[in-house]
């Protein structure tokens, strides 16, 4: 940019007056008259996003539903949770891009554990008596099972084509074990049944990891390409709940007497710790550079990061309350947050380059090249703002 600013004043202006008309393309859309009367009707929690740059800003509510929703999972614009609103728990989402809400499932008994990626949503699913997984296609409008085998079937991940989850099947034998499924071939496929058990898997690309009880608290991994096992850590403690982006695995970690955060380069087999601080750090996920986690050095729980290229932990909300089981993609941060009367797992749309934000309940945002200025959050007719932290 500095030669630019060197050779050419006009190329300089017309990239300023570019990014300028990009952001504001960018921002969300009014409100139509439907939402904002609702908005103003809302006695409980509303969201607003400030652009500071362009001296604009859109305010909106993303979800005011009674009861509880958790456990939220995002990828591209959608963001997915269970939702407690009606008598059991449902699958939810929420377009960002539309700032429609809609119903992935609302079948009879309990659907959980959701995961997305792209257009396919697989959750844990108990409309059978035991829990089974089933998907739905957010461009067909389909739904679809992807297994209903004896016994229990639970916290299902996807990439691609591949769903994989933890199955208690064969459980007297080996205990719980790590299946999947394809897709594109409707295959099933075992990825891990080794002695004791196998829980909460992740996968990325070719490769798939989970928590390892057969020697303590491990974790593992299975590349699909080659159909070779190995071990990311074999460290004293436990080590549960692994993701995983990329080459970089983490997982929660209790080899310093509390849980940790530690990671696996898997290209340069070079271990790290992401955070030994106080309390438990526990619940991870990871998304680029960028690991965020449950924190609770404070004794309550909170979200934190820690960016990978700079080393540098920050703070991402430390309301009131609980703030717990974050979830990352691309530089939207969501979790399940319990400031307000209920838990909630609402979103808003987010401008990505160092502007001002107020988020209610549920989100914060991270630019990959700038700095948060203003993170506020508050409730109608409580004063504000709680929370001011800066993200590097």
């Known amino acids: 940019m500095k030669r630019l600013v060197r050779f050419s004043l006009v190329i300089v202006l017309a990239a300023v007056c570019f990014g300028l008309v990009s952001l504001l393309l960018a921002r969300p859309a009014p409100l139509d008259a439907t939402a904002a009367a609702a908005a103003a009707a809302d006695p409980i929690v509303e969201v607003s996003t400030r652009a500071a740059r362009v001296g604009a800003s859109s305010e909106f509510t993303v979800c005011t539903a009674s009861e509880s929703q958790y456990e939220p999972a995002i990828h591209g614009n959608i963001v997915v949770w269970h939702d407690y609103r009606g008598s059991d728990a449902d699958i939810y989402g929420y377009d960002l891009n539309t700032r429609q809400e809609f119903a992935v499932c609302t079948a009879s008994e309990f ?155 898997l290209s340069s087999q070079h271990e790290f710790a992401v955070c030994t601080a106080s309390g438990d750090q526990v619940y991870p996920a990871i998304y680029g550079n960028v690991v965020v986690w449950e924190d609770r050095r404070d004794s309550d729980y909170d979200i934190y990061g820690y960016d990978l290229r700079t080393r540098q932990v920050f703070t991402v909300s430390t309301a009131a309350e609980l703030q717990r089981n974050p979830a990352i993609y691309s530089d939207v941060v969501v979790w399940d947050d319990s400031r307000g009367s209920d838990i909630d797992a609402v979103v808003s749309a987010c401008l990505a380059t160092g502007l001002s934000y107020r988020v209610i309940l549920i989100t914060v945002i991270l630019p990959t090249k700038a700095k948060i200025n203003d993170v506020g959050i508050h409730l109608v007719s409580r004063p504000e703002p709680l929370l001011t932290g800066s993200l590097g």
């Open 111 to 265: 659907q959980e554990s959701s995961a997305i990626y792209s257009d396919v949503v697989v959750w844990e699913d108990d409309r059978n008596d035991s829990g089974d997984i089933y998907g739905y296609d957010l461009g067909t409008h389909q739904e679809f099972t992807v297994c209903t085998a004896l016994e229990y079937q639970g916290n299902p991940a996807i990439y691609g084509n591949v769903v994989v989850w933890h199955d208690s099947r064969n459980y007297t034998e080996t205990g719980d074990d790590i299946y999947g499924y394809d897709l594109s071939t409707r295959q099933e496929f075992t990825v891990c049944t080794a002695p004791w058990s196998q829980s909460y898997p992740a996968i990325y690309s070719n490769t798939v990891v989970w928590a390892d009880y057969r020697s303590g608290g491990s974790i593992y991994g299975y590349d699909l390409s080659t159909q070779q096992e190995f071990a990311v850590c074999t460290a004293s403690g436990y080590q549960e709940f692994p993701a995983i982006h990329g080459n970089v695995v983490v997982w929660q970690d209790s080899r310093g007497g509390d849980y940790d955060i530690y990671g696996y380069d």
